[in-house]
């Protein structure tokens, strides 16, 4: 490929998207935006994808086969799979598509802890130009972005929604209707980014057809980015891996990575951008030595508990979001920001019969203090990293998430949750039945029975379940404080909600890896322009603050970067 682009845009997610959209909306400059998977809506968007469940969460085809995570560290917790998004769309194709903002103070942090102009009155009118609130307007909305945002109605929750709905309203949570609007403590329907009936992943929204006929951008999936293309003390492309396993030089005036925040790190060292002595020590020449990047990384811990529903508490037939309400709470813990927890309240856990007879109750940690690492693997540089979330390594975090039980153990005690839930359980090792839930007949058929026999047996069922997980009731957890606090370490998990390995700073901040407009210190040609740039995880999910974050950089870097002279 002898062009030269004047942007290429490595990484087609969430972030990638967006700045595909706004760069190649000014026809003069050329666009390039690379993908290693699949641009699995080019001709017509396929029905799991379409699908607001999603069902796409179960397709290995749009998800990187390699990353493995550990929860905690390397030495005390196994290396897991992370559902994370290969395809034009990326984790937007994937995931539960919800859609909070997080609270204000959490940007004001941002500002405060170095970058400049990403408090909350900054950040406010972004969220404004990338949404269309079906439900509200006003100041604080807006209604003609490309994000459709809606909630469910009340009149619409399904029997586990309003039971806990009910609970919450009894032990003293208000109702919010607008969770992206309003910040107090409450219970609230989950704000969803999607269509009536259809999701709307940023590939979606920001790659629309008018998107895609513009001649000034080229879109190159099956293409992977293996390094950074450096000259001198300048970035000028990248070094590409085809499908028939070519390497090919692809040359750029100017480059953003918009990778993701375990694979925009990675793509960094293995580029010689990060720690100068880790470097070396694997042998990769050093272009600027950057003690912050893989640093700092973040994402919501999270407990799952779980129950086997009643036959009056199971969700009406039909594909409907996954989840439709959620609570948000303050833990009230010197220095922990309010609404600091959460709570995801879902009666729909899966495609199959077994999914629609589970109810599950999930506390999360919305502001932990607790932060990891991105590293390359020792053993395989070239194509490994090491990711350690070092989960709970601050005691803070587990006394939280040890209140989030207690919560979520009174809303299970609640009479109109307990009249239709048997008795609640804790699923220990639920990554070992995510196997049974690929899209198959044969998953399809072993879940059909499986559910048969807990209609009519449901204490013998779940016995049966117990082959394959860990069923730990939640009666001996709560008596026993010892014993929780082991249970919480042990099992926790984490959720999509990546972020923080690239975070932006002042430059006199030794971990800061760009500047408050993407620019990575020390280097020319470079923007990092996705969710690794958050300097703290917002406590709320990350979609649509990367959302945000890449439609507030793609406008920096068209006022910024000199582009060239035409005429």
């Known amino acids: 490929m002898n062009a030269v682009f004047d942007y290429l845009i490595i990484g087609a997610g969430a972030a990638g998207s967006v700045l595909a959209n706004r760069l190649s909306a000014d026809p003069r400059v050329s666009v390039a935006l690379l993908e290693a998977g699949d641009d699995v809506v080019a001709h017509g968007v396929p029905p799991d ?36 998004g290969r395809n034009v769309g990326g984790s937007s194709s994937i995931m539960g598509m919800w859609a909070l903002r997080g609270m204000p103070g959490d940007y004001d942090e941002w500002r405060d802890r170095g970058a400049e102009g990403w408090g909350w009155d900054n950040v406010l009118s972004w969220f404004r130009k990338l949404e269309h609130d079906i439900d509200f307007d006003g100041p604080m909305h807006g209604n003609d972005g490309p994000v459709p945002i809606r909630r469910e109605r009340a009149a619409d ?29 409450g219970h609230c329907s989950l704000p969803i980014s999607r269509f009536e009936t259809s999701r709307a992943s940023a590939g979606l929204c920001y790659l629309d057809d008018a998107t895609r006929r513009r001649t000034n951008l080229t879109i190159l999936s099956h293409t992977e980015v293996r390094r950074l293309l450096v000259e001198g003390a300048q970035v000028v492309g990248a070094l590409v891996l085809r499908d028939d396993g070519s390497l090919l030089p692809i040359r750029a005036r100017h480059t953003i990575v918009t990778a993701g925040a375990l694979r925009t790190p990675a793509l960094l060292l293995r580029s010689g951008i990060g720690p100068g002595d880790a470097l070396q020590a694997l042998d990769i020449p050093v272009v600027a030595d950057l003690r912050g990047v893989g640093r700092n990384l973040q994402n919501h ?81 070239d194509t490994a990293s090491r990711i350690e979330f070092n989960f709970l390594a601050d005691d803070r975090d587990a006394t939280r998430l040890a209140q989030g039980f207690d919560l979520t153990c009174s809303l299970f005690d609640a009479p109109e949750v307990k009249a239709i839930c048997h008795p609640p359980f804790v699923l220990e090792d639920a990554q070992r039945l995510m196997r049974f839930n690929q899209l198959s007949r044969v998953n399809g058929m072993r879940a059909r029975v499986a559910a048969a026999w807990m209609d009519i047996d449901p204490r013998g069922g779940l016995r049966a379940l117990q082959r394959y997980a860990r069923l730990t009731p939640l009666a001996p957890l709560r008596q026993d404080r010892e014993a929780l606090m082991s249970h919480i370490r042990n099992t926790v998990t984490g959720t999509g909600h990546v972020c923080g390995t690239c975070s932006m700073g002042k430059a006199s ?54 582009r060239r002279k035409t005429g």
């Open 49 to 84: 994808v379409q699908s607001v469940f999603p069902l796409s969460a179960f397709n290995p085809r749009y998800m990187w086969p390699d990353t493995r995570v550990h929860w905690r560290t390397a030495q005390d917790s196994p290396a897991v799979p992370l559902q994370q």
């Open 157 to 185: 929750w399904q029997p586990l929604a309003r039971a806990v709905a009910a609970a919450a309203g009894a032990a003293g949570f208000a109702q919010i209707d607008d969770m992206n609007a309003e910040f107090s403590d």
């Open 509 to 562: 901040d030794p971990f800061a890896v760009t500047d408050a407009n993407g620019a990575v210190y020390k280097i020319g040609g470079l923007h990092v322009a996705d969710a690794s740039v958050m300097p703290v995880v917002p406590a709320g999910n990350t979609h649509i603050p990367t959302i945000m974050v890449a439609e507030k950089l793609a406008a920096s870097i068209m006022n910024t970067v000199p």
């Open 301 to 381: 811990p999270i407990l799952y508990t779980a129950a086997l529903l009643r036959p009056a508490g199971r969700d009406a037939p039909g594909l409907r979001p996954a989840g439709s309400t959620f609570i948000r709470w303050s833990s009230g813990i010197e220095s922990c920001t309010s609404g600091d927890l959460g709570l995801y309240v879902r009666s729909y856990l899966s495609w199959h019969a077994l999914g629609r007879r589970l109810a599950s109750l999930a506390p999360v940690l919305m502001r932990p203090l607790s932060r990891g690492t991105v590293t390359l693997d020792p053993a395989n540089p």
